[in-house]
Nanobody
Framework: QAQLTESGGGSVQAGGSLRLSCKVP????????MGWFRQTPGREREVIAT???????IYSHSVEGRFTISKDNAENTLDLQMTSLKPEDTAMYYC?????????????????????WGQGTQVTVSS
């Protein structure tokens, strides 16, 4: 069972920045798409950004223009650079490896398309 490991969460004031990182084990089966999700208490886990094997990036409207997803294939890492953070960005953030059948070329997936999850890292933005 692949286990993704996130790091980089924490507390920041509104307008600040944070960078999340996700380590993907080398034995993780290949996938065409990786992504970041987030979840707040009482709400469903929502996708905010994905990156495909060709480098295509897709963002949710809530983070587009403020967050940037990137990956380093040599290091097996997936990052999320978050800028201009808002209190509504407060959530648990999860790294995800999508099913090989999802290519992340045209639209954002639901959590049902995720094959492997990380344990999550908390991001808290204060006003």
């Amino acid at each position: 069972q692949a286990q993704l490991t996130e790091s980089g969460g924490g507390s920041v004031q509104a307008g600040g920045s944070l960078r999340l990182s996700c380590k993907v084990p080398e034995y993780t089966p290949p996938t065409k798409c990786m992504g970041w999700f987030r979840q707040t208490p009482g709400r469903e886990r929502e996708v905010i950004a994905t990156i495909g094997s060709t480098g295509v990036e897709i963002y949710s409207h809530s983070v587009e223009g403020r967050f940037t997803i990137s990956k380093d294939n040599a290091e097996n890492t997936l990052d999320l650079q978050m800028t201009s953070l808002k209190p509504e960005d407060t959530a648990m953030y999860y790294c995800a490896a999508l099913t090989p059948h999802w290519d992340c070329l045209t639209s954002l997936p639901t959590s049902s398309k995720v094959l492997y999850w990380g344990q999550g890292t908390q991001v808290t933005v204060s006003s």
